[in-house]
Structures are given as C-alpha cells and as structure tokens.
C-alpha cells in the first residue's frame, strides 16, 4: 500500500516576482515570514503559559506562609488539646455549681435536708420568682426557721458548702424566747459544730430551758439558661427596644 505524500507546489511567477524585488524587500519578506509564525506561537501557546507560570510563582510566598502557619498550628496541637480537656472539666465543675432548670428541686430539697439534719424547725420555705440576669437565673428562697443559735449557724455552714452555688443573705434573727422542751446538744468533733434536737440520745449531753431564735433569711441558688431561654430574652429586649 502506498502513501501519498502532501505537496504544495509554488507558481514559478512567485519565484520571478521575488526574485525581481530589491534587496530591502527581499528582507522584510524574509523578516515577515519568521515574525508571523513567532507571534502565533507567542500569543497562542507561549504567552498564556508564561502568564501562569508568572501566576504560580506569584502565589508560592502566599502558600508557603500558609504552610508555616499549618505546621505552627500543628506544633500546638497537643496544648490545644490540653486546654479543651481543662476547659471541659471546667465546663463541667460549673454545671455542677449552677445546675439546669430541671436539677432545682433536688436542690432545694438538698437545703431543707440540711435544716432538718440540724434539726431546725421550719416555718416557712418559699421559692420565689426567679430572677433573670444574662446567661444565669437566680432562684431566691424565702425561708424562715426556728431553732438554738448554733444549730442555725450550722445550717448555715453546711449550706455554704454544697456542691451547688447557694448564697444566705438578708439574715434576720429575733424573737428569742426560752423553751421548756428539752433539746439535745451534739458536738461535732470534726467541725466542732453544735446541733440540737428534741429527740434526746443516750449519748448526748442534754439541758432544759434553751434560748429559741426565729430567723427569716433568703437563700439563692443559682441555674444556667438554657439557649432557647437566652434566645427568647434577646428577643424579649429587642421588643423592648422597638
């Protein structure tokens, strides 16, 4: 099988028309020639590659920050772990001090256990309105008790020191009369905390005609909002504004 080869065949009146042009035009037909085929090559190929090179080469100081960046940021990785894990067990010790909406009532059972563990006598014990203040309620707690001296102020103490926030203020006490009931005085050898009871056991040392104090005070625990608690308070505002 045979191939055909392509041939272009040039009219010989060309040459002779060349051939008869001066030297100078000889030349620029010569230049023509080589410039034509020069500039193609240029603007079609050469030129857009050129521009993305020049692109590339612009973009690598950007991207080799960016790598010293990364390798930075992963040096620290492991502090940054660290930190989220204290941040976690910080996260988590506040939750046990301002418990959810749904915890309150254990707590206030908590505190009216303390009082009867000290064997007060309540009057009255009255949650009230909560009070809203940014991320956080606060829950105040009316409360009213009689008892001896020192089996209120160890209530106080043992309140003080729970697991949740709570705060006693607006302390009041008075109205001291002496009882005729026999109340028992238990010391505590770790806290040296004075209790009493009415209850009397073998082993406590019991006296008759002790003074009895009525105290009015507020307890106030505290609870985080919840985010759509937090949500409806930012709309709540923005009305307000309006």
Not at 1 to 30: C, D, G, H, N, S
Not at 63 to 83: D, F, Y
Not at 88 to 106: F, G, N, Y
Not at 186 to 198: C, D, M, Q
Request: proline fraction near 5%.
């Amino acid at each position: 099988m045979r191939t055909q080869q392509l041939t272009i065949k040039i009219p010989p009146t060309v040459f002779e028309f060349v051939y008869q042009l001066e030297t100078w035009q000889k030349l620029a037909i010569f230049a023509i020639s080589w410039l034509i085929p020069i500039l193609l090559f240029w603007f079609l190929f050469l030129g857009p590659k050129i521009d993305q090179l020049n692109n590339l080469n612009n973009q690598i100081p950007r991207l080799e920050t960016q790598v010293n960046i990364l390798e930075a940021k992963a040096k620290q990785l492991p502090l940054i772990k660290e930190e989220l894990n204290l941040m976690q067990e910080i996260l988590k010790r506040a939750l046990q001090l301002l418990p959810t909406k749904k915890d309150i009532p254990s707590v206030l059972t908590q505190i009216s256990t303390l009082g009867n563990e000290c064997h007060l006598e309540f009057i009255s014990f009255q949650p009230k309105k909560e009070q809203i203040k940014g991320f956080y309620a606060a829950i105040p707690v009316s409360i009213v008790v009689q008892g001896p001296f020192h089996n209120t102020l160890t209530f106080f103490d043992k309140v003080t020191r729970m697991a949740r926030i709570v705060h006693i203020k607006s302390v009041d006490m008075g109205g001291a009369k002496q009882s005729k009931a026999i109340w028992s005085q238990t010391v505590n050898n770790k806290t040296n905390n004075t209790t009493s009871n009415k209850n009397i056991n073998s082993n406590e040392q019991t006296s008759t005609g002790n003074w009895i104090i009525k105290t009015t005070c507020q307890a106030i625990t505290y609870r985080f909002l919840t985010k759509s608690e937090i949500e409806q308070q930012k709309k709540n505002k923005h009305h307000r504004k309006r």
